[in-house]
């Protein structure tokens, strides 16, 4: 490229026929470029066209028109837009992604959303996990706790119970820490993304407030509040001072001893930390995951932020393809 001393170009016959055998290509040599993932991949960086232009050397022009689907570009062109956005060429050749029900105004925290979304499809192809047992729409938080089976006193591990119920937890990249957290819905599936720089007590009320969103409550806060802990389970507390939002949560709940002792961090993910486990035991390390996904490592591990114990390392070698379909048991 030019500008860049002793780097060396790939031919652009090579560069075609490797993505080529992958995903095919016109017959004037031009790559079958998906539109939609380009717009995925450009969005999730956030950048606008003329930046990414800017970026990669391919003209703002060309760029709406890859993403319009107005014409499709060459092999060199691909590899130097997945190399500005740092996404495998692949990435920008695989099949359209898929389209969240609703989700956020922010275009990047979607375009993350997304990608969870990819993620937990490919996850739903090797596991059985938890299907979907949500309530009945604008269930009263006592009469879901019931529904749960909940005992007295604090809920549990909000993330955990969710996903023990169907719901897939996921958290934001750092790089969308602006956005708050939200949920949505795809084929069927609900979905909730926690924001990676909320502290321990405002991601645990961001989770209760983001169920009552999946419910259909007007009033999540309040919803979340008398999920949390019921008010008739806090003797002595005068209801008119019964007011917890996002600011109040932290001293609220180490007051009421909500979470004994206060929270010293983050609740965590037991279907994801079994899932990696599981996976790293079949011979598949993150950084396969990754590739599977068409994604960078660091990708992956913002999907999982503060959900996992331990970083996501790479390292090893893939194990053999085709493996028994693996049962995750919550």
């Given at each position: 490229?030019?500008?860049?001393?002793?780097?060396?170009?790939?031919?652009?016959?090579?560069?075609w026929?490797?993505?080529?055998?992958?995903?095919?290509?016109?017959?004037?040599?031009?790559?079958?470029?998906?539109?939609?993932?380009?717009?995925?991949?450009?969005?999730?960086?956030g950048?606008?066209?003329?930046?990414?232009?800017?970026?990669?050397?391919?003209?703002?022009?060309?760029?709406?028109?890859?993403?319009?689907?107005?014409?499709?570009?060459?092999?060199?062109?691909?590899?130097?837009l997945?190399?500005?956005?740092?996404?495998?060429?692949?990435?920008?050749?695989?099949?359209?992604?898929?389209?969240?029900?609703?989700?956020?105004?922010?275009?990047?925290?979607?375009?993350?959303?997304?990608?969870?979304?990819?993620?937990?499809?490919?996850?739903?192809?090797?596991?059985?996990?938890?299907?979907?047992?949500?309530?009945?729409?604008?269930?009263?938080?006592?009469?879901?706790?019931?529904?749960?089976?909940?005992?007295?006193?604090?809920?549990?591990?909000?993330?955990?119970?969710?996903?023990?119920?169907?719901?897939?937890?996921?958290?934001?990249?750092?790089?969308?820490?602006?956005?708050?957290?939200?949920?949505c819905?795809?084929?069927?599936?609900?979905?909730?993304?926690?924001?990676?720089?909320?502290?321990?007590?405002q991601?645990?009320?961001?989770?209760?407030?983001?169920?009552?969103?999946?419910?259909?409550?007007?009033?999540?806060?309040?919803?979340?509040?008398?999920?949390?802990?019921?008010?008739?389970?806090?003797?002595?507390?005068?209801?008119?001072?019964?007011?917890?939002?996002?600011?109040?949560?932290?001293?609220?709940?180490?007051?009421?001893?909500?979470?004994?002792?206060?929270?010293?961090?983050?609740?965590?993910?037991?279907?994801?930390?079994?899932?990696?486990?599981?996976?790293?035991?079949?011979?598949?390390?993150?950084?396969?995951?990754?590739?599977?996904?068409?994604?960078?490592l660091?990708?992956?591990?913002?999907?999982?932020f503060?959900?996992?114990?331990?970083?996501?390392?790479?390292?090893?070698?893939?194990?053999?393809?085709?493996?028994?379909?693996?049962?995750?048991?919550?």
């Amino acid at each position: 490229m030019p500008g860049r001393t002793g780097a060396t170009r790939l031919p652009d016959r090579y560069i075609w026929t490797r993505l080529a055998a992958c995903h095919g290509a016109s017959d004037n040599g031009r790559i079958m470029l998906t539109p939609s993932r380009l717009t995925l991949a450009r969005t999730r960086r956030g950048l606008t066209a003329a930046e990414l232009a800017r970026k990669s050397g391919v003209p703002a022009r060309a760029i709406g028109e890859y993403e319009r689907g107005l014409r499709r570009p060459k092999a060199a062109a691909v590899e130097s837009l997945a190399g500005a956005l740092g996404f495998p060429a692949e990435f920008l050749t695989a099949p359209e992604p898929p389209r969240p029900q609703n989700a956020p105004h922010d275009a990047q925290a979607t375009a993350a959303a997304q990608l969870a979304i990819e993620f937990n499809g490919w996850l739903d192809r090797l596991f059985v996990l938890p299907q979907p047992s949500l309530p009945p729409p604008r269930t009263s938080p006592q009469g879901t706790r019931d529904a749960w089976r909940l005992a007295t006193g604090p809920a549990p591990n909000m993330v955990q119970l969710l996903e023990s119920h169907g719901v897939r937890v996921f958290s934001l990249p750092v790089d969308c820490a602006e956005q708050e957290a939200f949920s949505c819905w795809h084929n069927g599936t609900p979905f909730l993304f926690l924001t990676p720089t909320a502290t321990p007590e405002q991601a645990r009320f961001d989770a209760a407030v983001q169920l009552a969103v999946l419910l259909g409550h007007d009033e999540p806060h309040e919803f979340a509040a008398e999920f949390l802990m019921p008010q008739r389970q806090l003797p002595g507390t005068d209801h008119r001072h019964w007011h917890v939002g996002r600011e109040q949560f932290t001293k609220w709940a180490n007051v009421h001893s909500l979470v004994p002792g206060g929270m010293t961090r983050r609740e965590t993910s037991k279907l994801l930390t079994k899932v990696f486990k599981v996976l790293r035991e079949n011979g598949t390390p993150p950084l396969h995951v990754a590739k599977e996904l068409n994604l960078g490592l660091e990708e992956l591990n913002g999907l999982v932020f503060g959900l996992v114990l331990t970083a996501l390392p790479g390292g090893g070698e893939p194990g053999p393809r085709g493996r028994a379909r693996l049962t995750l048991v919550h």
